[in-house]
């Protein structure tokens, strides 16, 4: 029987993970050995490289960095880079003044490179970048040298291979992130009763755009396969599916790639979830599959749409707790402004179906579980680390999500939030999330998102005075 209070097999791996206070040494080891020192060197040489950021993404999804040139290699393979604490949590402060994540007396974390991670920057080749995992300081004493919950990054990537070695299973994930282009040239003009979607003039508009985001993304690595015109101004474009810590840093990466096209076409490139009524939102579809060696456990071999026991069981965690993980996968007040604009492909329950677009997961004719709920702005490091803890639920308890189109007990009574205040009630309602996550991570999460919604909650909007100005009598 799973343990709710305690985040089952899931959140027992994580707080042992993070009570290893070796952390730090193992990876400054393996950093100095000599063979590592040489590669990178060999790579920064051959590249031409002069700077490099040295960088994290952080708990709302930004991403951190310090420059340094690129000589300094190797000691910054032993000592890394350090940042005050609360650089994790976007240096954001309440509306009482403090400094979340510990105010100005937290200390620094060290953040240590994977050298593996170094690339050259496509939009300029002296610049490189290189992804760090952060760390207490060992000099600290009790606690130092562990690894900080707040990294995100490195949370989800230990998360999937402790699920991995419980499970034999890995997850894969295919993102489609939609975005908005506004400037010089995206002006479209459509009737009132029609979509610009798909239309190859409104992608002749965005030419200049996606030749330069796919030109980067594939000196970047990414695999491009597809992309379309879906709304006025909104593009998406697509990259192969891959392991799940592979897919969230692209995303991490596709986003510095947007902003970058942006400035160079005198553009606006924006992640925001809904941008203005009665046009599409943007959304973040994760497409999931679990595979055990080459095979996906997803399907089941038939030509029709069906899926296989383990399938039904991790559609069932997910449902089960889409309540208490929207406030990860609609992380922003504007994110439920989605789900309030009838007949915009947004879903608004925790339900399932057969190729149908209208519910939170959709089966798709090629043996993936497509998570609909999570918007543009998300953080997939969040997002991903989050949906593998209700898979494993589901798996651990053998949760099944009733048929197609017909929830069982588990998710029947479950009412999805439409705001944000909704989904940080939901969030904290949520026993089993609660126990999976760490404290430290889940309270910090809470702070910056309940100020976002007291600082929503106190605004004097445009709406309200057109309502009430002239109201009475």
Not at 27 to 44: G, S
Not at 246 to 262: N, W
Not at 368 to 376: G, Q
């Amino acid at each position: 029987m799973t343990d709710l209070s305690t985040g089952g097999r899931f959140g027992a791996a994580l707080r042992k993970l993070l009570e290893d206070d070796t952390a730090f040494s193992r990876h400054q080891e393996a950093n100095l050995r000599p063979e590592v020192v040489e590669a990178l060197r060999k790579a920064i040489e051959e590249s031409g490289v002069k700077y490099i950021y040295y960088m994290l993404p952080t708990v709302g999804g930004r991403t951190v960095a310090k420059v340094v040139p690129a000589e300094h290699y190797a000691r910054m393979l032993k000592k890394g880079i350090a940042f005050h604490r609360t650089a994790l949590t976007d240096l954001q402060t309440s509306r009482e003044g403090e400094l979340i994540g510990g105010g100005v007396d937290a200390h620094e974390f060290w953040g240590l490179p994977e050298p593996e991670t170094f690339q050259v920057l496509p939009w300029d080749h002296e610049v490189g970048r290189i992804f760090c995992t952060a760390y207490d300081p060992p000099h600290l004493g009790k606690g130092g040298g562990r690894l900080i919950p707040l990294d995100v990054r490195a949370l989800f990537r230990a998360a999937h291979a402790g699920f991995t070695e419980r499970t034999g299973l890995e997850l894969r994930s295919g993102l489609e992130p939609e975005m908005s282009w506004a400037g010089p040239g995206m002006e479209v003009n459509t009737k009132d009763d029609q979509s610009p979607a798909y239309q190859v003039e409104n992608l002749e508009r965005m030419r200049p755009v996606y030749k330069k985001l796919y030109s980067y993304s594939q000196e970047l690595g990414f695999n491009m396969i597809q992309g379309d015109y879906e709304d006025d101004g909104q593009l998406e474009l697509n990259w192969e599916y891959d392991r799940a810590e592979l897919t969230a840093q692209r995303m991490t990466v596709y986003r510095q790639v947007c902003k970058q096209v942006a400035r160079e076409l005198g553009l606006q490139a924006s992640f925001m979830p809904k941008p203005s009524n009665g046009k599409m939102g943007n959304g973040c579809h994760h497409n999931l599959s679990l595979w055990r060696g080459d095979e996906n456990v997803i399907e089941d071999g038939r030509v029709e749409l069906h899926v296989t026991e383990t399938a039904r069981h991790a559609i069932g965690g997910m449902l089960a707790h889409t309540p208490g993980s929207m406030l990860v996968m609609g992380s922003t007040v504007n994110s439920y402004k989605r789900f309030w604009d009838a007949g915009q492909f947004a879903p608004s329950g925790a339900d399932w179906g057969l190729d149908t677009r209208g519910v939170a997961i959709r089966i798709s004719a090629n043996g993936r579980m497509e998570y609909r709920l999570p918007d543009a702005s998300v953080n997939p490091y969040l997002s991903h680390l989050y949906l593998l803890a209700a898979i494993e639920h589901g798996l651990e308890a053998q949760l099944d999500p009733g048929d197609p189109g017909v929830p069982s007990s588990v998710i029947s009574d479950l009412v999805v939030p439409n705001t944000l205040g909704m989904a940080i009630e939901s969030f904290e309602a949520d026993e089993y999330l609660m126990g999976a996550m760490p404290q430290e991570l889940t309270d910090i999460y809470l702070k910056l998102k309940r100020d976002e919604w007291a600082r929503y909650c106190g605004q004097i909007s445009q709406w309200e005075f057109d309502q009430y100005w002239e109201a009475i009598p």
